[in-house]
C-alpha cells in the first residue's frame, strides 16, 4: 500500500523558518504533481504549493515568495521550506501526490498530516 508520511511541523516564532518534508513509500511506478495543502478547524483545506514532474510550480498568493517547494524524484520526497513565517500560517500541513502504481492503478494520495504552529 502506498504511504505519504510528513514530517518536520513544530513550533516556531513569528519570522522565523521551518522545513516540512513528505517521502513516498510502497509499490510506486511513478509520480506526478507533487503538492503541500493546509487545513484549519472549520475550513476547507487549501493548496499552498504544488510542482509537477517536470518542475513547474503553483503557490497560493499569501505564501508567495515566503515558501519554496522542492522534489527529489529520486527518494519519491517533497519539500517545503517555509521562511519569514506568521501566525496566519499555522495550520496542519498535509502532502499530497498522483501517484502510478500500475496502468490500471493511480489516483491522488495524502499523507497523515503535520502541526505547524506560529507564535508571536
Known amino acids: 500500500q502506498v504511504r505519504l508520511v510528513e514530517s518536520g511541523g513544530g513550533l516556531v516564532q513569528a519570522g522565523g523558518s521551518l522545513t516540512l518534508s513528505c517521502a513516498a513509500s510502497?509499490?510506486?511506478?511513478?509520480?506526478?504533481?507533487m503538492a503541500w495543502y493546509r487545513q484549519t478547524p472549520g475550513n476547507q483545506r487549501e493548496l499552498v504549493a504544488s510542482?509537477?514532474?517536470?518542475?513547474?510550480?503553483n503557490y497560493a498568493d499569501s505564501v508567495k515568495g515566503r515558501f519554496s517547494i522542492s522534489r527529489d524524484n529520486a527518494k519519491n520526497l517533497v519539500t517545503l521550506q517555509m521562511n519569514s513565517l506568521k501566525p496566519e500560517d499555522t495550520a496542519v500541513y498535509y502532502c499530497?501526490?498522483?501517484?502510478?502504481?500500475?496502468?490500471?492503478?493511480?489516483?491522488?494520495?495524502w499523507g497523515q498530516g503535520t502541526q505547524v504552529t506560529i507564535s508571536s
Open positions: 510542482r509537477t514532474r517536470g518542475d513547474s510550480t
Open positions: 499530497n501526490a498522483y501517484i502510478r502504481q500500475s496502468a490500471t492503478n493511480y489516483g491522488w494520495y
Open positions: 510502497g509499490s510506486i511506478e511513478s509520480i506526478g504533481t
